[in-house]
């Protein structure tokens, strides 16, 4: 799993059919600091996760392992919006303030 930051949305109006009605983001991934680590994916997204959320995202066949999306073609999902990250007993991250990095919040 990642974690990855919600950037923005993909809108396709023609798709495989198995994908209507599937929200999709654009979600930039981070390391557990919070610095962005050039990877960007497009993500279905079921649980309402918007722009700015830092979000867990599971990748490859586990993707389809949910009921909503069971048989669909699909290699990314948004399993969690995360409201706080620790690391070596410190949090990096709360949703309330964000990510601290060399001691100032963002």
Do not use: W, Y
Not at 14 to 23: F, H, M, P, Q, V
Not at 62 to 86: C, M, Q, W
């Amino acid at each position: 799993m990642i974690i990855g930051r919600v950037t923005g949305r993909a809108v396709s109006s023609r798709k495989d059919e198995k994908l209507a009605g599937a929200k999709l983001l654009l979600i930039e991934e981070l390391d557990p600091e919070g610095a962005p680590t050039g990877d960007l994916a497009v993500t279905i997204d079921h649980l309402g996760a918007g722009a700015g959320d830092v979000v867990l995202v599971t990748q490859g066949s586990a993707a389809r392992f949910t009921a909503p999306t069971k048989d669909r073609p699909i290699d990314s999902l948004v399993v969690g919006i995360i409201d706080n990250i620790r690391l070596d007993g410190r949090e990096t991250f709360s949703k309330s303030s964000g990510f601290a990095r060399a001691g100032k919040r963002r």
